[in-house]
């Protein structure tokens, strides 16, 4: 049973730039969470997606953006790169239904902004 | 709002030697409480959770005790080896209405590195 998974695992790019993570649940789940972990600090939520849409947000500004796709998966989409947008961005699945609050984490996407 | 409040770090023990890390919380009605663990280089692994008050949380030697009383999810573990040594977050998430959806509410981790 594959867990989540993240693509790619590093990124290079530089300021002004836009740039596409990607992360698939894992099986049986259908609600997609994501998240920024910066340096020596803890993850801090972006926005959750469920049935396509985006069900909930933190307080992340509107260059922050996602998607979820009818098979779950989902892509976190960042326009107008700064500098401060170096992280590693988690993404994490649980079930909507039946579950306890767990989400599942992915491996993460190393981003850097040169 | 919600938050959680983990015990200044870094943290470093000697091998088998016990091990606390403080947690407390600030949350309204009654929150589901976990342990994440991150090892260098890697994604959060959930170590334990709680979901309601007095559960007691394990797993590979670890524990926690949701206490309501204290708002604290404080983690144990009886003596320590080399590989725990990892990032530990402490977090909670609220559940509603039977769905699992709501964020997950993270301390700001706890270093601990444990020495032969």
């Known amino acids: 049973d594959a867990g989540v998974t993240q693509s790619p695992t590093h990124l290079i790019k530089t300021r002004g730039q836009q740039v596409t993570l990607r992360c698939s649940p894992k099986?049986?789940?259908?609600?997609v969470s994501w998240y920024q972990q910066a340096l020596g600090q803890g993850p801090q939520f972006i926005f959750q997606y469920y049935e396509e849409e985006e069900r909930q947000r933190g307080n992340f500004p509107d260059r922050f953006s996602g998607h979820q796709f009818p098979n779950y998966s989902s892509e976190l989409n960042v326009n107008a790169l700064l500098l401060g947008d170096s992280a590693l961005y988690l993404c994490?699945?649980?079930?909507?239904?039946?579950?306890?609050?767990?989400?599942?984490f992915g491996p993460g996407t190393r981003l850097l902004v040169l | 709002g919600n938050s959680v409040t983990q015990m200044e770090g870094p943290v470093t023990l000697s091998e088998e030697a016990f091990l606390t890390i403080n947690c407390t919380y600030t949350?309204?009605?009654?929150?589901?409480l976990f342990w994440y663990v991150q090892y260098p280089g890697e994604g959060l692994q959930l170590l334990l959770k709680?979901?309601?008050?007095?559960d007691k949380g394990s797993n590979k030697g670890f524990e926690a005790t949701y206490r309501k009383e204290t708002t604290s999810f404080h983690l144990e573990k009886g003596s320590v080896q080399v590989s725990d040594s990892a990032v530990y977050f402490c977090?909670?998430?609220?559940?509603?209405?039977?769905?699992?959806?709501?964020?997950?509410?993270f301390g700001q981790g706890t270093i601990l590195t444990v020495h032969p």
């Open positions: 099986s049986g789940h259908d609600t």
């Open positions: 977090a909670l998430s609220h559940v509603t209405g039977g769905t699992s959806y709501g964020k997950l509410t």
């Open positions: 709680a979901t309601k008050a007095d």
């Open positions: 994490a699945s649980s079930p909507d239904r039946g579950g306890t609050g767990t989400q599942y």
């Open positions: 949350a309204t009605g009654y929150p589901s």
